[in-house]
């Protein structure tokens, strides 16, 4: 059974005699269905007037827990975005209702970020648009090679992660 990247793979074997073709091929394929899966993302983000740095904030928020309230120092760092970055998006979301800013209860003087309920609705229709596209993708393959799968994967994520930091940011338990 072929695909495309067997052609791309066929084409760049002869111009690098060298080209390891079963590396070629995983790297490419997977680089492709990273970008298969993002343009669906950003579809599904896009029929519920989002975009994904609106839907990385959600995320972030949301991944600390209830009661889902970080401050914003916390959540540019959590981002690596620039406060002043920051600072405008938050009042964008703020403005669609998405979230919203609160004083700190234990200090008045410090502002927190805080998922509303349209910020959680949103939060959770988008995971499960993600959820089904990325079962969709994987439905050709058995519950056996789905697991052999993210095996070998995590395998190849273990290695990189101990030659540089982590390749998904921790989730946070707690109110940051």
């Known amino acids: 059974m072929a695909d495309s990247i067997d052609q791309h793979i066929a084409y760049w074997s002869q111009q690098v005699p060298d080209l390891d073709v079963h590396v070629e091929g995983a790297i490419t394929r997977m680089q492709g269905l990273v970008r298969l899966l993002w343009r669906r993302r950003e579809a599904g983000l896009d029929?519920?007037?989002?975009?994904g740095w609106e839907y990385d904030i959600l995320w972030r928020v949301r991944s600390v827990g209830p009661p889902y309230q970080v401050?914003?120092?916390?959540?540019?760092?959590?981002?690596?975005?620039?406060p002043a970055t920051l600072t405008s998006r938050l009042e964008r979301l703020e403005k669609t209702g998405h979230l919203t800013r609160i004083h700190d209860?234990?200090?008045?003087?410090r502002l927190l970020v805080e998922l509303t309920d349209l910020g959680h609705r949103s939060w959770e229709a988008t995971i499960e648009d993600?959820?089904?596209?990325?079962?969709e993708l994987l439905a050709v393959l058995t519950d056996s090679e789905r697991k052999q799968l993210s095996d070998l994967l995590r395998k190849v994520v273990t290695a990189a992660e101990q030659d540089g930091p982590p390749l998904m940011p921790p989730v946070e338990h707690g109110r940051p």
């Open 71 to 82: 401050s914003p120092t916390w959540l540019a760092k959590a981002l690596d975005t620039h």
């Open 105 to 109: 209860p234990a200090d008045r003087r």
């Open 130 to 135: 993600q959820a089904a596209n990325e079962h």
């Open 47 to 51: 029929a519920r007037d989002l975009k």
